[in-house]
C-alpha cells in the first residue's frame, strides 16, 4: 500500500479541507493508498508532527472553513535545512508522494524541494486567485462572494450618508479580488497593484459623478497598491510584508481632494473565514481527487490545475514562473463602469 503525505501551509482558505476531503476519499477508494495528515504546514514535516487520515476523519470537514491540519509559515529552507530537515519524517512515515497544497511561496517550496529528490504534486491554492498556470484558485469565488456582499451593504449606506467609502480587500501583488469584487459590486473606481494609479483622475471622476446627481461613490483598493507616503510593513515570519490599511492613507487624500466625506472599512481575513462556496467547494473537491489520482501514477514534480473547465496536470515549475496578474482586458470591463 502506497502512502501519500498532504499538508497545507501559508495563509488559510475556504476549501482547504474539500481538498482533503478528496484527497483522502480518492486515496482509499480509487488507489488503495493510505494517508498521513501532517500537521502545521512545514512545520510538522520538520518536527514530525503527523497523523493518519482515514475517510472516517474527513467525512464531514467539506464545508468547514479554515484547515483540520493547521498551516504555518514556516518554511524548510528558510527555517530548517531544505530537504534534509523533512527527510527524517518522510521516511519514518514511508511517505511515497507528498501532497502540498499552498500559495506561491509554499509552491516554489515545494518545487525546489522536488528539485532536491522530493516527490511532490502541488495543489494551488489562494484567495488571491494569483498562481500562475491555472485559470482559478479555489477560495478566490467565496472571497469575491464576501467582498461583493460587503460592496452592496456599504453602497446603501454610502448613499444615505452623501459620502466616498473605501472598501480594501486582499490582493497583496494582484488585484484580482478587488476587480472581480468591484465589476460585481458595481464600484465606482477599483485600485490594483498591477494598474498605477493617479488620485486626481480618481477624485475628477468622483466629482463628475457627483456633479451629475450621484452623491456617493464606492471605491474598492486592494491593499498591496502603492501607498501614497512610504511606510514600514511588520514582517510576517516567511519574511513577506504584513499589509493592510492601505485605504487609511488614501482617504483623507480623497476627502480633501474631492470635498466628501471619506471613510474607510477594511475587510481583511473576513475574506479568508468560513464556509467555501458551492463553487469553491466542487473545485476544491476536484483539484484534491486529481492530486491523489497524479500521486497514485507517480507523477511528480506536477501540480493539479483549471484550464478552462477541466482539471489538469502542469509542471509544478510552471506554477512558480511567476504571480499571474489581471489581465487588461478584464481591467478594463472593471473601468468602464467608473465614475
Ligand atoms: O496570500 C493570501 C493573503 O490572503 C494575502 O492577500 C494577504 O496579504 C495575506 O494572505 C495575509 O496573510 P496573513 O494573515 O497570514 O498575514
Not at 472581480?180 to 480618481?202: H, K, M, R, S, W
Request: proline share 4%; glycine share 12%; aromatic share 6%.
Amino acid at each position: 500500500m502506497s502512502v501519500i503525505g498532504v499538508l497545507t501551509a501559508g495563509g488559510d482558505c475556504p476549501g482547504l479541507n474539500a481538498v482533503i476531503r478528496g484527497i483522502v476519499v480518492r486515496a482509499h477508494e480509487n488507489h488503495d493508498a493510505e494517508v498521513v495528515g501532517i500537521m502545521n504546514g512545514w512545520e510538522g514535516l520538520m518536527d514530525g508532527d503527523v497523523k493518519l487520515l482515514g475517510p472516517r476523519d474527513v467525512s464531514d470537514i467539506l464545508a468547514k472553513g479554515g484547515t483540520v491540519l493547521g498551516t504555518s509559515r514556516k518554511d524548510p529552507y528558510v527555517h530548517g535545512d531544505g530537504y534534509a530537515s523533512i527527510a527524517k519524517t518522510i521516511k519514518r512515515n514511508d511517505i511515497d508522494t507528498l501532497i502540498v497544497i499552498g500559495g506561491d511561496g509554499t509552491l516554489r517550496t515545494a518545487l525546489r524541494l522536488s528539485e532536491d529528490g522530493a516527490k511532490v504534486v502541488g495543489v494551488p491554492k489562494t484567495i488571491d486567485n494569483d498562481i500562475n498556470g491555472t485559470d482559478f484558485t479555489f477560495g478566490f469565488n467565496t472571497a469575491v462572494q464576501i467582498v461583493t456582499d460587503a460592496i452592496d451593504r456599504l453602497t446603501t449606506t454610502a448613499e444615505a450618508h452623501n459620502r466616498v467609502i473605501l472598501v480594501e480587500v486582499m490582493g497583496r501583488t494582484k488585484g484580482w479580488i478587488a476587480t472581480y469584487g468591484g465589476i460585481a459590486g458595481g464600484a465606482q473606481a477599483v485600485l490594483i497593484p498591477e494598474v498605477p494609479y493617479d488620485l486626481d483622475e480618481v477624485t475628477a471622476l468622483i466629482r463628475r459623478r457627483h456633479r451629475r446627481g450621484k452623491n456617493y461613490s464606492v471605491v474598492v483598493v486592494a491593499e498591496g497598491v502603492e501607498p501614497p507616503q512610504k511606510v514600514e510593513h511588520q514582517k510576517d515570519i516567511f519574511g513577506f510584508d504584513r499589509l493592510g490599511g492601505v485605504a487609511y492613507q488614501l482617504a483623507p487624500v480623497i476627502e480633501r481632494l474631492t470635498g466628501y466625506e471619506t471613510r474607510v472599512t477594511v475587510l481583511g481575513h473576513l475574506q479568508r473565514g468560513g464556509t467555501p462556496s458551492a463553487f469553491d467547494r466542487v473545485l476544491a473537491t476536484r483539484l484534491g481527487t486529481k492530486a491523489a489520482d497524479l500521486a497514485a501514477e507517480g507523477q511528480h514534480g506536477t501540480m493539479v490545475a483549471m484550464r478552462g473547465a477541466d482539471i489538469v496536470a502542469v509542471p509544478l515549475a510552471e506554477g512558480c514562473a511567476e504571480i499571474r496578474g489581471v489581465d487588461q482586458p478584464l481591467y478594463d470591463v472593471a473601468q468602464t463602469f467608473f465614475g
